[in-house]
């Protein structure tokens, strides 16, 4: 298989973690003999920096015309400090994602047996737990109507939703749950939010097209209480953006980082594969961010596109990693890896997967792994 990949690494770590998921893909690409082209692209703080827009044309463009884009982070300091900034990096991939039509962001929840005692949560609690995520991305108050008045006194954020918006992602996430545990939770607001009696309806109205699927509400307060509650009773949730945005984050505690979380945002025609973080200034340029959730991203990606025995290699991999503790400070605090080491590990696998002699466990874990 030939694909042309646009490559955004965007700011922060997100420059560091994507080269870790080329690596991945390049050592797919010899050893099942596809061909993967990358082509860079500036989006967010970057941009703006050396174009004066967090979008450009020329970066649009590209993602326009690429069978998918691989993204790594946005975001910087001078402008999260900075309320008044006109011209924010968000500000490019919230455009990127309506331009490509990307409504369904898809994020797997799954602790690895190895990281449980990472989380802060009590094992009994996580173990066992895996469930994805569906987060509607075009619509709700993030692109609804935005006001200020001339005093900076008084502001406004219209949430909106169409039935064709909520029916679009209600079947792909029906869909999932039928190829899974058969159950699909739709969270939202509905005592309170139009827009969420709105979903509600919706819902039930597909639900009637997924009769094996069992079909349960619950409130985005009750929901979050849950998820650390009681997680392993989701198999899907369904929710609208700004609600998916929060339960997504607030759910990486249950892996024990959020350097492990991947995503899938999914349009008609396009797609896009990022990992959950952020941008993380503060390890920029440190060789300590978590690449894993971007070298995961990569294998959604192969995914996407059928090559699911190539990407289950990349989750072997990660997982190998994981057992032989060649993770990150953000897994493991005296951890003597880093970014680049975790990356060359997993590609190495990839390439010599069949030969385990050739990961060695003592060498790994005084520092003489298999990085070449």
Same mark, same amino acid.
């Given at each position: 298989?030939?694909?042309?990949?646009?490559?955004?690494?965007?700011?922060?770590?997100?420059?560091?973690?994507?080269?870790?998921?080329?690596?991945?893909?390049?050592?797919?690409?010899?050893?099942?003999?596809?061909?993967?082209?990358?082509? #860079?692209?500036?989006? =967010? !703080?970057?941009?703006?920096? *050396? &174009?004066? /827009?967090?979008?450009?044309?020329?970066?649009?463009? %590209? +993602?326009?015309?690429?069978?998918?884009?691989?993204?790594?982070?946005?975001?910087?300091?001078?402008?999260?400090?900075?309320?008044?900034?006109?011209?924010?990096?968000?500000?490019?991939?919230?455009?990127?994602?309506?331009?490509?039509?990307?409504?369904?962001?898809?994020?797997?929840?799954?602790?690895?047996?190895?990281?449980?005692?990472?989380?802060?949560?009590?094992?009994?609690?996580?173990?066992?737990?895996?469930?994805?995520?569906?987060? #509607?991305?075009?619509? =709700? !108050?993030?692109?609804?109507? *935005? &006001?200020? /008045?001339?005093?900076?006194?008084?502001?406004?954020? %219209? +949430?909106?939703?169409?039935?064709?918006?909520?029916?679009?992602?209600?079947?792909?996430?029906?869909?999932?749950?039928?190829?899974?545990?058969?159950?699909?939770?739709?969270?939202?607001?509905?005592?309170?939010?139009?827009?969420?009696?709105?979903?509600?309806?919706?819902?039930?109205?597909?639900?009637?097209?997924?009769?094996?699927?069992?079909?349960?509400?619950?409130?985005?307060?009750?929901?979050?209480?849950?998820?650390?509650?009681?997680?392993?009773?989701?198999?899907?949730?369904?929710?609208?953006?700004?609600?998916?945005?929060?339960?997504?984050?607030?759910?990486?505690?249950?892996?024990?980082?959020?350097?492990?979380?991947?995503?899938?945002?999914?349009?008609?025609?396009?797609?896009?594969?990022?990992?959950?973080?952020?941008?993380?200034?503060?390890?920029?340029?440190?060789?300590?961010?978590?690449?894993?959730?971007?070298?995961?991203?990569?294998?959604?990606?192969?995914?996407?596109?059928?090559?699911?025995?190539?990407?289950?290699?990349?989750?072997?991999?990660?997982?190998?990693?994981?057992?032989?503790?060649?993770?990150?400070?953000?897994?493991?605090?005296?951890?003597?890896?880093?970014?680049?080491?975790?990356?060359?590990?997993?590609?190495?696998?990839?390439?010599?997967?069949?030969?385990?002699?050739?990961?060695?466990?003592?060498?790994?874990?005084?520092?003489?792994?298999?990085?070449?």
């Amino acid at each position: 298989m030939n694909l042309k990949i646009a490559v955004l690494p965007g700011d922060g770590i997100g420059p560091e973690v994507i080269l870790q998921a080329k690596k991945a893909l390049y050592a797919i690409g010899e050893v099942y003999n596809h061909e993967f082209v990358f082509e #860079e692209a500036l989006m =967010g !703080a970057i941009a703006i920096d *050396k &174009t004066g /827009n967090p979008l450009p044309e020329q970066t649009l463009n %590209l +993602c326009l015309n690429t069978d998918a884009v691989l993204f790594g982070a946005i975001g910087d300091p001078k402008y999260d400090n900075n309320p008044s900034a006109k011209v924010r990096p968000e500000q490019g991939l919230l455009k990127l994602r309506k331009e490509l039509g990307l409504f369904a962001n898809i994020r797997p929840i799954k602790p690895y047996k190895a990281l449980i005692d990472a989380s802060p949560l009590k094992r009994e609690i996580i173990d066992g737990a895996d469930f994805t995520i569906f987060r #509607e991305l075009t619509g =709700g !108050a993030y692109f609804g109507k *935005k &006001t200020l /008045n001339e005093e900076g006194t008084h502001a406004s954020d %219209l +949430c909106e939703y169409s039935e064709e918006e909520i029916t679009r992602i209600a079947h792909l996430a029906f869909k999932s749950a039928q190829n899974r545990r058969k159950k699909l939770t739709m969270v939202d607001k509905a005592n309170v939010l139009e827009t969420s009696r709105l979903w509600r309806k919706v819902v039930k109205d597909v639900s009637v097209n997924y009769p094996d699927v069992a079909l349960d509400f619950l409130f985005v307060d009750n929901a979050a209480m849950q998820l650390i509650l009681n997680p392993k009773q989701f198999d899907v949730i369904l929710t609208e953006n700004l609600f998916g945005d929060i339960l997504s984050d607030e759910a990486s505690v249950i892996t024990g980082s959020i350097g492990l979380l991947a995503s899938a945002s999914l349009g008609e025609k396009n797609a896009l594969f990022e990992p959950i973080h952020g941008s993380y200034p503060q390890a920029k340029g440190k060789n300590i961010a978590n690449p894993i959730a971007s070298i995961l991203s990569a294998a959604m990606l192969l995914e996407h596109f059928g090559l699911f025995e190539e990407a289950s290699v990349i989750y072997k991999g990660v997982e190998k990693a994981i057992e032989y503790e060649v993770v990150t400070v953000d897994l493991k605090a005296d951890s003597k890896f880093g970014t680049n080491e975790v990356g060359e590990f997993v590609s190495n696998f990839i390439f010599s997967k069949d030969d385990l002699l050739y990961f060695n466990n003592d060498n790994v874990h005084i520092g003489q792994s298999t990085i070449v």
